[in-house]
Structures are given as C-alpha cells and as structure tokens.
C-alpha cells in the first residue's frame, strides 16, 4: 500500500510538471504586476493610454507588433501581441509568420497542449494557406496551459481583415468588454 502510494505521488509530480508548470509571465512581467511596474520596464515604443490599458509597438520575428497590456484594480491581467501589418500581395507571409512565432513558442514552452486548423468547407488552395486564412476559410489556434494562466495564439479573418494575435491571460482576468465598452 505504502508503495503503490509513492508510485502515485511521483505520477502525480511528473503529470503536474508536463504542464507547463512555469509561471505565466507577459513580456517578462508576472501576471499582477503594476501599470506602474510595466510603464518603468518596457523598453518598446509606447503609443498610448486608456480603458486601463498600455498600448506599445514593437518587432517580433521582423515584424511589426502592437503590444497591449490590460489592467484591471491595477494589476496586469492579460498582454496580447496584434500582428498589424497587411500582406495583400503575399497573404503566405501571414502563415509563416505565425509558424516561426509557433516554433520559438514550442523552443520556450514545449509543444502546445491544443493546436488546430479549423477548415471551413474544406476548400483548396493552389497558392497556399494565406489565401485561406485571408478569405476565412481557415483560422489557425494553438495553445499552452500554466498554472497561472494560458497563451493562446489565433490566426483568422473576421469577415473584414486577417487578424494574428498572441494572448497570455492570467486567471484572475475577467471579460468585462460587453459591460465597459472596448477592451485594450
């Protein structure tokens, strides 16, 4: 009995260590830091200020990025990256860009714990997934769990434009976006 019981407790530790038992942090801010705290520290362009928020730009994977910060009692509470740039010529270039921040994601925090390609009505595509992604015929997702938290990190198109974003929400965040209007 005495050993089956440690058998247990090492399956217990080896289960719980396989997901990301890492803190969740955003930019290297931990999940509660203070706006103060984040306005001393980041390095990247600061654009503005509002809905409780931090808006930043910067380069990720030589792209351009709005970095955008959400407080809420003054504490962080979730940091998205939005890829904003427009590839009208080469919609490929959405897809690749999402796979090389997908690699340096799975380099960091091992392979997703949910990766999908959801397709809608299995259409084909000659000159590749970018074209799919822009007409919205295909959203791309994957996901990472933490103890604190989870990253997410969507690629789709809203009917009007092809959006990329990477969310790291804590637990504590809570959606007040139908209530208060826009959200950062």
Same mark, same amino acid.
């Given at each position: ?87 009208? !010529? ?61 990253? !997410? ?32």
């Amino acid at each position: 009995m005495k050993k089956e019981l440690i058998i247990l407790l090492v399956l217990m530790v080896v289960v719980t260590g396989i997901i990301h038992a890492e803190e969740l942090t955003f930019r290297g801010f931990p999940m509660g830091a203070t706006k103060t705290e984040v306005r001393q520290g980041e390095d990247a362009e600061f654009i503005d200020e509002g809905n409780g928020g931090l808006v930043y730009l910067d380069t990720l994977s030589t792209k351009q990025f709005l970095i955008l910060y959400t407080f809420q009692n003054n504490k962080l509470v979730s940091g998205m990256y939005y890829f904003s740039q427009d590839y009208v !010529s080469n919609p490929n270039i959405y897809v690749n860009t999402y796979d090389n921040i997908k690699s340096n994601l799975v380099d960091k925090y091992g392979k997703a714990d949910n990766s999908n390609r959801n397709w809608i009505n299995n259409p084909t595509f000659d000159d590749g997934l970018g074209s799919a992604v822009k007409t919205g015929e295909l959203m791309i997702n994957d996901g990472w769990e933490f103890d604190n938290g989870e990253l !997410s990190m969507t690629l789709g198109n809203n009917g009007e434009e092809v959006l990329f974003g990477i969310i790291y929400e804590g637990d504590n965040y809570e959606d007040n976006s139908q209530s208060t209007g826009d959200k950062l």
